[in-house]
């Protein structure tokens, strides 16, 4: 997992070989004046996804999700928002099926550690990293990036 700045994300470009798309992409587009839905950076492979979001409350105990196939890159366009986090090879998964069309699996388990971020921030879930997205008390507007592994 990674939380840094949107004027950072230079710095993590050879992470994967479709950062730099993905980088490209965050240069030539105001993110906040997109319509909402998709916006393709290349097919197949690398998408945005821009949505507002009503959020949960943590008391509601959020499941981890986690992803086998894409890399989730969330930037927080208005509002704040939290996100629990623990390491995957920590949790059983047990009992737990992958949905391997959507890329997901939720896991029985919670979260060891919650971040705030907002407007200007970005948050990179590797497969490794075990989220659970959408925390707060105040709807947010996201765009999620989605880039193959």
Same mark, same amino acid.
């Given at each position: 997992?990674?939380?840094?700045?949107?004027?950072?994300?230079?710095? %993590?470009i050879t992470l994967h070989k479709s950062f730099d798309k993905v980088y490209e992409f965050l240069k030539s587009k105001t993110l906040n004046t997109l319509e909402e839905?998709?916006?393709?950076?290349?097919?197949?492979?690398?998408?945005?996804?821009?949505?507002?979001?009503?959020?949960?409350?943590?008391?509601?105990?959020?499941? &981890?999700?986690?992803?086998?196939?894409?890399?989730?890159?969330?930037?927080?366009?208005?509002?704040?928002?939290?996100?629990?986090?623990?390491?995957? #090879?920590?949790?059983?998964?047990?009992?737990?099926? %992958?949905?391997?069309?959507?890329?997901? #699996?939720?896991?029985?388990?919670?979260?060891?550690?919650?971040?705030? %971020?907002?407007?200007?921030?970005?948050?990179?879930?590797?497969?490794?990293? @075990?989220? @659970?997205? &959408?925390?707060?008390?105040?709807?947010?507007?996201?765009? &999620?990036?989605?880039?193959?592994?």
């Amino acid at each position: 997992m990674i939380v840094d700045s949107l004027k950072s994300f230079e710095k %993590y470009i050879t992470l994967h070989k479709s950062f730099d798309k993905v980088y490209e992409f965050l240069k030539s587009k105001t993110l906040n004046t997109l319509e909402e839905g998709n916006h393709i950076i290349e097919k197949g492979n690398i998408w945005c996804e821009i949505t507002s979001y009503p959020q949960r409350e943590i008391n509601d105990s959020p499941r &981890l999700e986690v992803h086998d196939s894409f890399i989730d890159i969330y930037v927080v366009l208005q509002g704040i928002e939290i996100m629990g986090f623990s390491d995957r #090879a920590k949790c059983s998964g047990k009992g737990v099926e %992958y949905n391997e069309n959507s890329d997901v #699996a939720y896991l029985n388990e919670f979260p060891e550690v919650y971040i705030n %971020y907002s407007e200007g921030n970005f948050v990179i879930c590797f497969p490794q990293d @075990a989220h @659970a997205p &959408l925390l707060g008390d105040e709807p947010v507007k996201l765009a &999620l990036i989605k880039v193959r592994v």
